[in-house]
T-cell receptor
């Protein structure tokens, strides 16, 4: 059975204090791993797809990396507007049953 | 702009009543999904549809029903058989299996 674990559950940062979020997974035949951002009361917003170990993707202060068993989302010099819950989901080709992690809720204080 | 529209944003119902949540997409995606989100839990798949007139149960389908008569629409009915219907419901679509999902902004259902 696919397992997706995100850590930590919650992360409180001071503005400018860089940190990383972890997504570990056990999925055979990985096609790609998705990262999403979710604001309170809204649907998840797609951020990145990572396809192979060693790949990196960047968007503003966010950088996602992938290994064979984990993905990391690095937040560099975060701002309060980066406060959100970040979700990851590994996918297999042709598989419609995507499993999401429970998410990491990031709070950035000014 | 292409996207997914869920309505209404908030819905209140009495216990024992069925309720239907609307989901419409104009992304021309073949696949559509319904997820449920509860505090502190990940997204759980209720139903998904790969193509018009076809749908499959997800992990928590009991007490729910769906239809897919049009490519653009995938309504979800929460029936009185669902034991704990109060939750945040998210509709999504994708071009194919294994592709990124695009989500609507959800419907928060409260049943009292």
């Amino acid at each position: 059975e696919d397992q997706v674990t995100q850590s930590p559950e919650a992360l409180r940062l001071q503005e400018g204090e860089s940190s990383s979020l972890n997504c570990s997974y056990t999925v055979s035949g990985l096609r790609g791993l998705f990262w999403y951002r979710q604001d309170p009361g809204k649907g998840p917003e797609f951020l990145f797809t990572l396809y192979s170990a060693g790949e990196e993707k960047e968007k503003e202060r966010l950088k996602a990396t992938l290994t064979k068993k984990e993905s990391f989302l690095h937040i560099t010099a975060p701002k309060p507007e980066d406060s959100a819950t970040y979700l990851c989901a590994p996918s297999r080709s042709g598989d419609y049953k995507l499993s999401f992690g429970a998410g990491t809720t990031v709070t950035v204080r000014a | 702009d292409g996207g997914i529209t869920q309505s209404p944003k908030y819905l209140f119902r009495k216990e024992g009543q069925n309720v239907t949540l609307s989901c419409e997409q104009n992304l021309n995606h073949d696949a559509m999904y319904w997820y449920r989100q509860d505090p502190g839990q990940g997204l759980r798949l209720i139903y998904y549809s790969q193509i018009v007139n076809d749908f499959q149960k997800g992990d928590i389908a009991e007490g729910y029903s769906v239809s897919r008569e049009k490519k653009e629409s995938f309504p979800l009915t929460v029936t009185s058989a669902q034991k704990n219907p109060t939750a945040f419901y998210l509709c999504a679509s994708s071009s194919e299996g294994g592709s990124p999902l695009h989500f609507g902004n959800g419907t928060r259902l409260t049943v009292t």
